[in-house]
């Protein structure tokens, strides 16, 4: 599986971006889809997650209201609208699948500690 993720750039305050991760070589359509970010200098945070049937998990109560995930599986493709951002969402996301802690591939894990599968980064950097 290799993922790709893009979409990234510079933003102001208040602005908007969506991030996209594309898979080739294998369908996402039975897996759950994870996003993380890590910011510059700290460690890497699992913030979101869609599992095969769309149910959306957050894992950082700060993003509900401003992110959401949603997938297209027509394109094997993930997204993150990351909306309202602040200079804090600054950092490098990557989409991953296969994620853990270990369990069902296609339900997202309970919390969101790393992943079989990931996609180069891409760099998301919003001024103040």
């Known amino acids: 599986v290799q993922l790709q993720a893009s979409g990234g750039g510079f933003v102001q305050a208040g602005g908007s971006l969506r991030l996209s991760c594309r898979a080739s070589?294998?369908?996402?359509?039975?897996?759950?889809i994870g996003w993380f970010r890590r910011a510059p200098g700290k460690g890497r945070e699992g913030i979101l997650c869609?599992?095969?049937?769309?149910?959306?998990?957050y894992y950082s109560a700060s993003l509900k209201g401003r992110f959401t995930i949603s997938r297209d599986n027509a394109k094997n493709t993930a997204y993150v609208q990351m909306n309202s951002l602040k200079p804090e969402d600054t950092a490098t996301y990557y989409c991953?699948?296969?994620?853990?802690?270990?369990?069902?591939?296609?339900?997202?894990?309970?919390?969101?500690?790393?992943?079989?599968?990931w996609g180069r980064g891409t760099l998301v950097t919003v001024s103040s």
């Open positions: 869609i599992d095969a049937g769309e149910e959306i998990t």
């Open positions: 991953a699948t296969v994620l853990r802690p270990p369990g069902p591939t296609d339900q997202c894990p309970p919390t969101l500690e790393g992943a079989d599968y």
């Open positions: 070589g294998y369908s996402l359509n039975n897996f759950a």
